[in-house]
């Protein structure tokens, strides 16, 4: 059975299998590292915890269960060394 393709069209190529990854663990990721793809963007501690709370409202206007909302934040919480600057 195919899968069919849905989301969005402009999303790099890499960026569902790596979230995949990252989520269920059930394939394996040959793309860059998460810092070698957010380093350069210098995404500082505000941005981050910005980011944290619309993902946060997103999760629960889609009525996410709590569980499962706090497994993706912590997801989500385990790659924050490697995406924000330091002291910024
Ligand atoms: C404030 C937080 C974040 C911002 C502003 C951000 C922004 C971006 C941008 C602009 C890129 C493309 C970089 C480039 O190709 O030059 C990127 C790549 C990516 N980001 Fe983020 N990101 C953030 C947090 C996260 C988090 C929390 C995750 C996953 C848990 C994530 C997963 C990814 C992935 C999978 C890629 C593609 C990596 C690849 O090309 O191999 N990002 N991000």
């Known amino acids: 059975m195919t899968t069919p393709r849905a989301g969005n069209p402009k999303e790099s190529p890499e960026a569902r299998p790596r979230m995949a990854f990252m ?10 590292t998460m810092k ?3 380093a ?7 941005e981050w915890d910005r980011m ?9 206007k889609h009525k996410l269960p709590a569980t499962e909302t706090q497994e993706l934040l912590d997801i989500v919480e385990s790659t924050k060394a490697d995406n924000v600057v ?3």
Do not use: C, D, M
């Open 36 to 38: 070698e793809s957010h």
């Open 86 to 88: 330091s002291g910024g």
């Open 23 to 32: 989520v269920a663990g059930t394939r394996q990721y040959q793309g860059r």
């Open 52 to 60: 944290v709370t619309i993902f946060k409202e997103i999760l629960a």
């Open 40 to 46: 350069h963007l210098n995404i500082t501690p505000r």
